[in-house]
């Protein structure tokens, strides 16, 4: 791949080698590594049925793509072991977590969510071993939006009649959960708060490369002494989730993940009468106006793209720049990009850390080089990378057609397609010309300006002078190839009960 090099005349860069790493940062920082000593992992770890601890015929490993060290072994799920998991919650629904009233629903989720508060420290430097995203992220984002899920569901369970005036909310039943990688216990805390604070119960299948929180997890729904079967937790990968999807003893299917296995989910799903909800890719662009806060925006840009290794469903992929300020936007950019310190995930400077998976640095990595084939111009920041783990350099494209393959597929990694626009209609045209439609991102003075975009994008979530902010009262998911129906808020009730006249 030629990609430009970023040249000799940045900042001085030193060489900080760190613990058992020799990580490289792109500033002078000195390390600060949080501790991961008192972080108790199991060599193994089996299925949560049931309440209790079920082997599984087959393990499979969990990698620190940090380091490419093996943290644990956690067990593979079959056939036989999501039927068993099905038919404990069902156990649990039907004799216990269905008819409890909500006020008891609600006492056992505040427990869950004071639990997660007390031990988040210890979470989220698990989620950052195991997933590679940087601690600043895993305790600053994830973990206080995990517990605020919780939280939030905690206050909806015996408030459900007022959620829906009229209506005599019931649960649906049993929700099989699937959740991929990149948060992933925020995303397990997305699908587990609603469906209990419904009174339903669940079965969730963690990503595979990420399953330690899930299980840590289940612990605390042990601690919080769940009735038995109420949470269960199924690992494995696509086999494990297809088994899931397919076990004829489900009322719903909750699903976040690529566009591909959704739409694989949704095909097998139809004629089953089972209800779902999928939450999946997206390709957001951010619309930076001449009249936009320019240092302001810049900021946003890194923040939707670099932070978390793009490894964000509503990561701001693409930049739609108005052609009077782009030479500005894209300079300030570079420069931004050259200070961001990639390393590791556990030193609270690093900004970018390790990507989830070497399949994953496979698929960026030939995504790039297809942009550069297409014609599109890659320039890439120049911090050094770590010898050991995966690892992407922040890169950005210009000179980018709308046809190019880094302008329409979602890549997953820190990678930034650009492209530029006159007028709004231009602007609004080529955001909206994607399959995806999650988010976007408006950036401008005007605040009739910003009613004007936030109006004619087709997308799910719109943020105006700035991005990727979360919040459990606010729904969220996407229009076209992004997903169906919505999590989160009220809404996001509204997927797990049937709300009988
Ligand atoms: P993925 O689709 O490969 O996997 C997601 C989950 O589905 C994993 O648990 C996986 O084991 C399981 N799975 C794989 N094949 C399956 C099958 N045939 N049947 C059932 N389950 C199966 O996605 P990923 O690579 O883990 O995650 C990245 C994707 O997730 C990106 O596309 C991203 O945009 C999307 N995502 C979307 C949201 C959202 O809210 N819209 C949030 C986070 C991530």
Not at 14 to 27: A, E, I, L, R
Not at 44 to 51: A, E, V
Not at 135 to 159: C, M, N, Q, T
Not at 330 to 357: F, H, Q, W, Y
Request: glycine share 12%.
């Amino acid at each position: 791949m030629a990609a430009e090099r970023a040249g000799g005349g940045g900042r001085a860069r030193k060489v900080v080698p760190k613990s058992d790493h020799d990580f490289v940062t792109g500033t002078s920082y000195a390390p600060a590594p949080e501790s991961s000593d008192h972080v108790k992992l199991a060599k193994n770890y089996d299925l949560f049925i049931g309440g209790k601890w079920v082997k599984a015929g087959k393990r499979m490993k969990t990698v620190n793509p940090a380091t490419e060290k093996v943290l644990a072994e956690v067990g593979e799920a079959g056939a036989k072991e999501v039927d068993l998991a099905v038919k404990a919650a069902r156990k649990a629904h039907d004799s216990v977590w269905g008819k409890m009233p909500g006020r008891e629903r609600g006492k056992y989720l505040f427990r869950v969510a004071r639990l997660l508060q007390e031990r988040a420290r210890e979470f989220a430097i698990i989620e950052s071993m195991d997933g590679g995203k940087p601690i600043r992220e895993s305790r600053d984002v994830d973990l206080p939006l995990v517990a605020a899920h919780f939280f939030y569901h905690a206050g909806w369970a015996d408030k459900l009649e007022y959620a829906f005036p009229g209506r005599k909310p019931r649960p649906l039943g049993v929700a099989g959960q699937i959740i991929p990688w990149n948060f992933p216990l925020l995303m397990a805390a997305w699908k587990l708060a609603p469906a209990l604070a419904c009174g339903n119960t669940v079965v969730l299948k963690p990503a595979e490369t990420t399953p330690l929180t899930a299980l840590k997890l289940a612990g605390l729904f042990e601690e919080a002494e769940f009735p038995d079967g109420v949470v269960n937790i199924v690992t494995g990968g696509g086999a494990t989730g297809q088994a899931l999807v397919e076990h004829p003893g489900l009322d719903k299917i909750a699903f976040t993940g690529s566009t591909a296995v959704g739409k694989m989910i949704q095909r097998s799903l139809a004629k089953s009468g089972k209800r779902h909800t999928l939450e999946l890719g997206g390709k957001a662009a951010h619309l930076i106006f001449e009249d936009a806060p320019i240092n302001q925006a810049v900021e946003g840009i890194v923040n939707g793209i670099f932070f978390n290794q793009g490894h964000v469903c509503c990561a701001g992929s693409r930049l739609l720049v108005q052609e009077g300020v782009a030479e500005e936007v894209i300079r300030k950019l570079k420069r931004r990009m050259e200070t961001l310190v990639v390393g590791d995930p556990l030193d609270k400077n690093t900004d970018i850390g390790a990507i989830n998976s070497q399949e994953q640095l496979g698929r960026i990595t030939k995504l790039v080089a297809c942009g550069t084939e297409e014609g599109a111009r890659c320039w890439q920041s120049g911090q050094q990378l770590p010898g050991r783990g995966y690892w992407f350099k922040p890169t950005l494209f210009t000179d980018c057609a709308q046809s190019h393959r880094v302008v329409q597929e979602e890549i997953f990694g820190p990678v930034l397609a650009i492209q530029t626009f006159r007028t709004t209609e231009e602007g609004i045209e080529k955001a909206n010309n994607t399959p995806y439609g999650l988010s976007g991102g408006v950036w401008t003075d005007k605040g009739s300006k910003i009613f004007k975009v936030a109006g004619a994008m087709r997308a799910g979530v719109l943020w105006a002078n700035t991005y990727n902010k979360f919040d459990p009262t606010s729904p969220f998911g996407g229009y076209k190839e992004s997903g169906v129906g919505r999590e989160g808020g009220v809404h996001g009730l509204g997927g797990y009960l049937e709300l009988q006249e």
